[in-house]
Every structure is written in structure tokens, then in C-alpha cells.
């Protein structure tokens, strides 16, 4: 069970070609027009990047 106030309501999965490709897509001046939207959205958001996992 989840504590007080961390119950997700939904997960999004993204995959992006690289760090570097999800770097510079942030730091774009024209992508970053449009992030208060995300954050005006949301009260909690978590960034928790990973590695591929492959089942042998």
C-alpha cells in the first residue's frame, strides 16, 4: 500500500532514443513554452528513468 498522498492516479511510459535526446528536447526554448501546462496540470510528477530490461 501506497503512503498517505502517493497513490498514483495513472503512469505514463516514455521512451525516448537517448538521455541526450530527452535532454535536449527540455532544453528546447519552443518545447519549454508549453511545461507550465504540465505543471499547472499536476500537483506531483516523477521522473524515474531506467535501463531496458531483457529477459534472457
Known amino acids: 500500500m501506497a503512503e498517505q498522498g502517493q497513490d498514483w492516479d495513472a503512469v505514463l511510459l516514455v521512451r525516448y532514443p537517448s538521455r541526450e535526446a530527452f535532454s535536449r528536447m527540455v532544453a528546447d526554448p ?3 513554452q508549453f511545461t ?4 499547472e496540470a499536476l500537483t ?3 521522473l524515474q528513468p531506467t535501463t531496458e530490461w531483457v529477459r534472457d
Open 30 to 32: 519552443e518545447y519549454q
Open 36 to 39: 507550465h501546462f504540465r505543471t
Open 44 to 46: 506531483e510528477a516523477v
